[in-house]
């Protein structure tokens, strides 16, 4: 008889992928703010995650806005991870990453770029009264015509609550949504009476008796009490770069020539094209005029009670990219009313001013550079590596012996912790190819051998830099100590 061989069936419906930050789960403080020696992914740097932790307090209780914060350290210190753990334990505030790429290299301006970027940082919590229907369904009648096609179908749908009970007629459009959300008798549903929305809220617990043949997935909720028709506050929460967008495509449309015929169709087609900005990120540049109407609107709606401003997190990596002209924006910007967290990381120490022939402490001009509150990195520590290496093998799901352990912590201590983080997937693909389950000293050993780090890379090249291309190196220049120098 053949042997049948069953092929595995693999979920494709969610795909996770392993980033460089993936392990970070929050800043690993317990609740006085006090860091834990190894906790939600983050290791060491006691000091600049318990000042990183005040921050995040202060953002989360709203004390504080339009404020800088300035992580200084080596290549390779964790500054990103302590951004990327902010943004983790901030939760519902607005969190910016704004690579330094798309402000300088987009086609727009620089400074139209970076307000693009503050105002994604600054959510607003809109605030709407609707009527609603709410109550557990008795039962749900449809009348199909006898002829396919004859007539639309109509139907009752009897709804109750603790004190009242109502039978509603149904047209064809609130057909076809309760057959989309299969909603039955038992069910308990809201309908929004200016959209016709219907939402499941759960099932009565007058039906739990039914759960065996629900499941454990369904949710019971009580019948509410009451009555059918309510008033209830539903809150929105956008940025304030998502209204910019849509009202920059109605401004364009209101400053131009119509055919007043095709005014409503233009103006739904226009909101349309706002929308679809917002997914391709086309956005162009926005007149200053439509921001400075959405500013004066939001406040009024704020004095009413009707929105709240929720300052956010920006974050910037590789500050000292940027050049004098984008300096001066944030500076000016930082002083606005709705500023939200700007949070900078660099590596560099004292090095020239972009756009300038003047030199400043990590590149920054010194004016900006007064408004920082300044978070200082420290190299990891051996044992600091150690935690980080098994941290990463948990992650990437690789098993690894004691001693490739130990191999790969010296070659981090050598060379760098980012180089070693890399050569634990190699080391995998090494492994595997040898038919082994665990990842020994030989993977490391052999995959050490094949990829470079930047010291022995930078020794190549000045031993070999007379047969490569425009060298700018002389002969004799290649010893030891500049080697040395170069790689620092």
Same mark, same amino acid.
């Given at each position: 008889m053949a042997e049948i061989k069953l092929s595995e069936m693999r979920d494709l419906t969610r795909i996770e992928r392993i980033g460089a930050h993936s392990h970070i789960r929050g800043?690993?403080?317990d609740s006085a703010l006090e860091p834990r020696s190894s906790s939600e992914g983050m290791v060491g740097q006691t000091a600049a995650r318990k000042a990183a932790g005040v921050i995040v307090k202060m953002v989360q209780e709203g004390k504080i806005a339009g404020r800088a914060v300035l992580l200084a350290g080596q290549p390779g210190t964790g500054k990103t991870a302590i951004a990327m753990g902010m943004a983790k334990s901030i939760g519902q505030k607005p969190f910016r990453n704004a690579r330094r790429q798309r402000i300088v290299l987009l086609e727009m301006s620089k400074t139209e770029a970076l307000m693009q970027a503050f105002r994604k940082a600054i959510g607003v919590r809109i605030k709407e009264e609707t009527e609603v229907i709410e109550g557990e369904v008795v039962e749900v009648q449809i009348d199909r015509p006898a002829v396919a096609g004859a007539a639309s179908k109509t139907g009752k749908l009897t709804l109750k609550t603790t004190e009242m009970e109502t039978v509603?007629?149904?047209?064809? +459009?609130?057909? =076809?949504?309760?057959?989309?959300?299969?909603?039955?008798?038992?069910?308990?549903?809201?309908?929004?009476?200016?959209?016709?929305?219907?939402?499941?809220l759960g099932r009565s617990f007058s039906r739990s008796r039914?759960?065996?043949?629900?499941?454990?997935?369904?949710?019971f909720v009580q019948c509410p009490d009451g009555e059918l028709q309510k008033r209830k506050e539903v809150v929105h929460c956008v940025t304030l770069h998502e209204i910019d967008v849509i009202n920059s495509r109605l401004d364009e449309l209101t400053?131009? =020539?119509?055919?007043?015929?095709?005014?409503? &169709? &233009?103006?739904?087609?226009?909101?349309?094209?706002?929308?679809?900005?917002?997914?391709?990120?086309?956005?162009?540049?926005?007149?200053? &005029?439509?921001?400075?109407?959405?500013?004066?609107?939001?406040? =009024?709606?704020? =004095?009413?009670? +009707?929105?709240?401003?929720?300052?956010?997190?920006?974050?910037?990596?590789e500050v000292h990219m940027l050049d004098i002209e984008c300096f001066s924006f944030l500076n000016r910007a930082l002083e606005n009313d709705m500023a939200p967290i700007l949070v900078v990381a660099t590596n560099r120490g004292i090095t020239t001013i972009r756009g300038t022939n003047y030199k400043s402490p990590h590149g920054i001009p010194i004016d900006f550079l007064d408004r920082l509150l300044i978070i200082s990195t420290q190299p990891y520590t051996p044992d600091d590596i150690r935690k980080i290496l098994d941290i990463r093998c948990q992650e990437e799901d690789v098993e690894m012996s004691e001693d490739a352990k130990v191999l790969l912590t010296k070659i981090g201590e050598d060379t760098s912790l980012r180089y070693a983080i890399n050569l634990i997937t190699s080391a995998t693909l090494a492994c595997l190819k040898r038919?082994? +389950?665990?990842? &020994?000293?030989?993977?490391?050993?052999?995959v050490y051998g094949l990829f470079y780090d930047v010291k022995r890379s930078t020794q190549y090249l000045m031993e070999y830099?007379?047969?490569?291309?425009?060298s700018e190196v002389t002969a004799g220049e290649g010893d030891e100590d500049e080697t040395n120098d170069m790689v620092s």
């Amino acid at each position: 008889m053949a042997e049948i061989k069953l092929s595995e069936m693999r979920d494709l419906t969610r795909i996770e992928r392993i980033g460089a930050h993936s392990h970070i789960r929050g800043l690993g403080l317990d609740s006085a703010l006090e860091p834990r020696s190894s906790s939600e992914g983050m290791v060491g740097q006691t000091a600049a995650r318990k000042a990183a932790g005040v921050i995040v307090k202060m953002v989360q209780e709203g004390k504080i806005a339009g404020r800088a914060v300035l992580l200084a350290g080596q290549p390779g210190t964790g500054k990103t991870a302590i951004a990327m753990g902010m943004a983790k334990s901030i939760g519902q505030k607005p969190f910016r990453n704004a690579r330094r790429q798309r402000i300088v290299l987009l086609e727009m301006s620089k400074t139209e770029a970076l307000m693009q970027a503050f105002r994604k940082a600054i959510g607003v919590r809109i605030k709407e009264e609707t009527e609603v229907i709410e109550g557990e369904v008795v039962e749900v009648q449809i009348d199909r015509p006898a002829v396919a096609g004859a007539a639309s179908k109509t139907g009752k749908l009897t709804l109750k609550t603790t004190e009242m009970e109502t039978v509603y007629d149904l047209g064809a +459009k609130m057909i =076809e949504a309760l057959g989309k959300d299969k909603v039955q008798s038992g069910d308990v549903i809201a309908i929004d009476k200016a959209s016709g929305k219907i939402t499941k809220l759960g099932r009565s617990f007058s039906r739990s008796r039914d759960y065996d043949a629900m499941g454990p997935q369904t949710k019971f909720v009580q019948c509410p009490d009451g009555e059918l028709q309510k008033r209830k506050e539903v809150v929105h929460c956008v940025t304030l770069h998502e209204i910019d967008v849509i009202n920059s495509r109605l401004d364009e449309l209101t400053r131009g =020539e119509m055919d007043s015929t095709k005014d409503t &169709e &233009e103006l739904y087609g226009y909101m349309a094209l706002g929308f679809l900005a917002l997914f391709t990120g086309d956005t162009g540049e926005i007149r200053t &005029e439509v921001r400075e109407q959405i500013d004066t609107k939001v406040a =009024e709606w704020r =004095e009413e009670g +009707k929105a709240e401003i929720v300052p956010g997190v920006l974050f910037i990596d590789e500050v000292h990219m940027l050049d004098i002209e984008c300096f001066s924006f944030l500076n000016r910007a930082l002083e606005n009313d709705m500023a939200p967290i700007l949070v900078v990381a660099t590596n560099r120490g004292i090095t020239t001013i972009r756009g300038t022939n003047y030199k400043s402490p990590h590149g920054i001009p010194i004016d900006f550079l007064d408004r920082l509150l300044i978070i200082s990195t420290q190299p990891y520590t051996p044992d600091d590596i150690r935690k980080i290496l098994d941290i990463r093998c948990q992650e990437e799901d690789v098993e690894m012996s004691e001693d490739a352990k130990v191999l790969l912590t010296k070659i981090g201590e050598d060379t760098s912790l980012r180089y070693a983080i890399n050569l634990i997937t190699s080391a995998t693909l090494a492994c595997l190819k040898r038919k082994g +389950k665990i990842v &020994e000293m030989e993977d490391i050993s052999r995959v050490y051998g094949l990829f470079y780090d930047v010291k022995r890379s930078t020794q190549y090249l000045m031993e070999y830099q007379s047969q490569y291309m425009f060298s700018e190196v002389t002969a004799g220049e290649g010893d030891e100590d500049e080697t040395n120098d170069m790689v620092s």
